[in-house]
Nanobody, 126 residues
Framework: QVQLVESGGGSVQAGGSLRLSCSASGVTKSRNCMGWFRQTPGKERQAIATIFTDTDSTYYYYSVKGRFTISQDSAKNMVYLEMTSLKPEDTAMYYC???????????????????WGQGTQVTVSS
């Protein structure tokens, strides 16, 4: 059974940084992809970063490219999202996601996401 647990969210001023962590269990290590999404009230969940675990290939949503970095520590079953130069518009609930064969393809690299964590809130004040 796949379980994803996010941590590291919080409140920060514009221009600040945060690092989100995702602890993954039950996830297949080979031919896998994981990622981060975010969602604000009334809007659809949006893919912002994907990493392919075999190749370390990464994909980013255009508005976070150059500011956010997704990485993994496969030995610890962890995925991270390093966020810098944060803006008020980055305020959202952030979710870790993992591939599922029956999942829905993401526009970032085509990863089929089907498993989700409970989310961690990020609030950026101006």
């Amino acid at each position: 059974q796949v379980q994803l647990v996010e941590s590291g969210g919080g409140s920060v001023q514009a221009g600040g940084s945060l690092r989100l962590s995702c602890s993954a269990s039950g996830v297949t290590k080979s031919r896998n992809c994981m990622g981060w999404f975010r969602q604000t009230p009334g809007k659809e969940r949006q893919a912002i970063a994907t990493i392919f675990t075999d190749t370390d290939s990464t994909y980013y949503y255009y508005s976070v490219k150059g500011r956010f970095t997704i990485s993994q520590d496969s030995a610890k079953n962890m995925v991270y999202l390093e966020m810098t130069s944060l803006k008020p518009e980055d305020t959202a609930m952030y979710y870790c996601a993992a591939r599922s064969p029956s999942g829905r393809p993401s526009p970032l690299g085509g990863c089929q996401y089907g498993y989700w964590g409970q989310g961690t809130q990020v609030t950026v004040s101006s």
